[in-house]
T-cell receptor, first 116, second 111 residues
Framework: ETGVTQSPTHLIKTRGQQVTLRCSSQ?????VSWYQQALGQGPQFIFQ???????GRGNFPPRFSGLQFPNYSSELNVNALELDDSALYLC???????????????FGEGSRLTVL | EDQVTQSPEALRLQEGESSSLNCSYT??????LFWYRQDPGKGPEFLFT???AGEEKEKERLKATLTKKESFLHITAPKPEDSATYLC????????????FGTGTQLKVEL
């Protein structure tokens, strides 16, 4: 059983550029959530995808968007990058994205984005 | 506003010196309280979930407890390999299953 994998592990972009981060969920999981973790802070919820539909969104602007594919892998896209977007982006998967679920989220190792 | 607060921000212990980390929460309705461990540059690693006041869970040198206002992570006779950032997070009624995290406690255990 493979865990949650993310790519790339590190990347550097400049202000105004666009970035796509990728996540493969754990086998058997149909839900993916994305979190942003700035240095020295706890992770902040960006959004969640459950069965290819966005079913929850945190306080992030529309330039943060995502997709979930039929195999339940996911992408996070960020347009018009700003310096404050520099952070560790974490993907987490779970076997259930419904409001009933309160079990564990399984996190990947993250993608470290630096915006210059 | 729903809030999760952790203290202290940083803690330095000698090997074998037991202590506790605090997580206080002010939320509209708690559905679950989670503890995660995070090593530098890595993703959070699940430790415990607590669902109701009075519940306790243990794993090796760690024990988590929950009251109606806060949770504690007790570390008994810590070792250097316990050094990490410990994050607590809440799943809140009406919040789906998103985690609302605190800012973490950075623990360093020295020989």
């Amino acid at each position: 059983e493979t865990g949650v994998t993310q790519s790339p592990t590190h990347l550097i972009k400049t202000r105004g550029q666009q970035v796509t981060l990728r996540c493969s969920s754990q086998s058997g999981h149909n839900t993916v959530s994305w979190y942003q973790q700035a240095l020295g802070q706890g992770p902040q919820f960006i959004f969640q995808y459950y069965r290819e539909e966005e079913n929850g969104r945190g306080n992030f602007p529309p330039r943060f968007s995502g997709l979930q594919f039929p195999n339940y892998s996911s992408e996070l896209n960020v347009n018009a990058l700003e310096l404050d977007d520099s952070a560790l982006y974490l993907c987490a998967s779970s076997p259930d994205g419904s409001n009933r679920y309160t079990g564990e989220l399984f996190f990947g190792e993250g993608s470290r984005l630096t915006v210059l | 506003e729903d809030q999760v607060t952790q203290s202290p921000e940083a803690l330095r212990l000698q090997e074998g010196e037991s202590s506790s980390l605090n997580c206080s929460y002010t939320v509209s309705g708690l559905r679950g309280l989670f503890w995660y461990r995070q090593d530098p540059g890595k993703g959070p690693e699940f430790l415990f979930t607590l669902y109701s006041a009075g519940e306790e869970k243990e794993k090796e040198r760690l024990k988590a407890t929950l009251t109606k206002k806060e949770s504690f992570l007790h570390i008994t006779a810590p070792k250097p390999e316990d050094s990490a950032t410990y994050l607590c997070a809440a799943v809140i009624t009406g919040g789906g299953n998103k985690l609302t995290f605190g800012t973490g406690t950075q623990l360093k255990v020295e020989l």
